[in-house]
C-alpha cells in the first residue's frame, strides 16, 4: 500500500517550525528584558541597632525570591536558604528575576539556585592561612578553642553580603554526544571491582558559577526594605 503524502503539509511543517522559534525568541526578547538590572553595591552597611530588623528583612526577600530559609543563626549572622529550580523555555513559572541567557542555559541543563547570607563587622577579613599551621578543622558546639562569632554584640557596624550560587544536574558517568542524545551512553566505574567499599560521590548537583546579578538584585530589595522601616 502506498502512502501519498500532502504537497500542502510538507510545506506548512516548515513554516509551523520557523513560527515556533520566533515564538520562542520574541519570549526570551521579553523576559531578558524585564528581568531588573540592579545598579547597587555588592553588599550594604547595616547600623548595630538595626541588625534584627535587617536579618529579617532578608528572611523575607529571600522568601519573595522563593528562596526558602532553612538554616537560619542569628548569632552566627548567617541564613542559608533551600535550592529553587530556573525555568526553562516551557516553564515560564519559572522565569522570575532570569534572563534570557539563563533561561537557555535551564533549557540545556536542570539548573538551580540556593543562596547564603552573611552578616559580618565592618572591615573584618579573615585571616590568611599559614601553611605551617595543624588543620584543626571548624570550631564545633561545646568546643573548649573558641565560642565563635557573637554578631548581635558587636561592637561597631556590619555589612551584609550575599552569595548565590547557581548548580547543575549531571548524571555521573554519561557520556553524551554533541549533536544528538540518541547516541548518548554511560561509562563504567572500573574501581568498583577493586575496591567496592571506597567512598564516591553519589551526587547529582554540581556548583558552576556565581549569580552575581541576582546577588546585587537580593541586596537591593533588603535595603529598600530597611529604608521603609529604619528611620
Not at 53 to 81: H, K, M, N, W, Y
Not at 202 to 221: C, G, K, Q, Y
Request: glycine share 10%; with cysteine; net charge negative.
Amino acid at each position: 500500500m502506498s502512502v501519498v503524502s500532502d504537497p500542502c503539509l510538507a510545506t506548512l511543517a516548515p513554516m509551523l517550525r520557523i513560527s515556533v522559534a520566533a515564538g520562542i525568541l520574541t519570549t526570551l526578547a521579553v523576559i531578558s528584558g524585564c528581568a531588573h538590572e540592579p545598579t547597587g553595591l555588592g553588599f550594604i552597611t547595616v547600623e548595630r541597632g538595626s541588625y534584627e530588623l535587617a536579618f529579617d528583612a532578608a528572611c523575607e526577600v529571600s522568601r519573595e525570591e522563593g528562596l526558602v530559609p532553612q538554616i537560619l543563626d542569628r548569632r552566627a549572622g548567617s541564613i542559608d536558604t533551600g535550592v529553587k529550580s530556573a525555568g526553562s523555555v516551557m516553564e515560564p513559572w519559572g522565569w522570575q528575576d532570569l534572563t534570557a541567557a539563563d533561561v537557555v542555559e535551564a533549557t540545556f541543563g536542570f539548573e538551580r539556585r540556593r543562596a547564603h547570607f552573611e552578616f559580618i563587622e565592618v572591615g573584618f577579613r579573615p585571616l590568611a592561612p599559614e601553611g605551617t599551621a595543624p588543620l584543626a578543622g571548624p570550631v564545633l558546639p561545646g568546643s573548649s578553642r573558641g565560642t565563635g562569632t557573637d554578631i548581635p554584640n558587636a561592637i561597631g557596624d556590619l555589612e551584609l553580603r550575599v552569595s548565590v550560587s547557581v548548580e547543575r544536574q549531571f548524571r555521573p558517568g554519561y557520556q553524551g554526544p554533541a549533536y544528538t542524545r540518541s547516541l548518548g551512553r554511560f561509562s563504567t566505574d572500573v574501581t568498583t571491582k577493586d575496591d567496592p567499599l571506597a567512598p564516591r560521590d553519589r551526587s547529582n548537583w554540581t556548583p558552576i558559577a556565581r549569580d552575581e546579578r541576582l546577588e546585587r538584585v537580593l541586596i537591593d530589595r533588603i535595603a529598600a526594605k530597611l529604608s521603609t522601616t529604619v528611620k
